[in-house]
């Protein structure tokens, strides 16, 4: 059993920066893949972005390619989502999870969600 945290969303402006905090219980790093997922109002929950077991090969979706970065910091027990030039259709609430590697990164635990918001 893996227990996730999340936390860092909030409101930015078009343009501007968010870094997004997961805290992983126990060893969850150095045994599974971890990711982001996010669901704009009214659609699916999306892949964006997953780093394999610990920490090699991050994934993204093509829509945050360039802009977002996903690391962690093993020693905290932290996944991180480095977001920057947020758009607003960035708008989102957005989930960590825990699963496989990176490529196809499939969830099998999931932490609670943070609300980004990017105005125009």
């Known amino acids: 059993q893996v227990e996730l945290g999340g936390s860092g969303g909030g409101l930015v402006q078009a343009g501007g920066s968010l870094r997004l905090s997961c805290a992983a219980s126990g060893r969850a790093f150095r045994a599974y893949g971890m990711g982001w997922f996010r669901r704009a109002p009214g659609k699916e929950r999306t892949f964006v972005a997953a780093?394999?077991?610990?920490?090699?090969?991050?994934a993204y979706a093509d829509s945050v390619k360039g802009r977002f970065t996903i690391s962690i910091d093993a020693a905290k027990n932290t996944l991180y989502l480095q977001m920057n030039d947020l758009k607003p259709e960035d708008t989102a609430v957005y989930y960590c999870?825990?699963?496989?590697?990176?490529?196809?990164?499939?969830?099998?635990?999931w932490g609670q969600g943070t609300q980004v918001t990017v105005s125009s």
């Open positions: 999870a825990a699963g496989t590697t990176a490529r196809p990164f499939r969830p099998t635990y």
């Open positions: 780093i394999n077991p610990g920490g090699s090969s991050p």
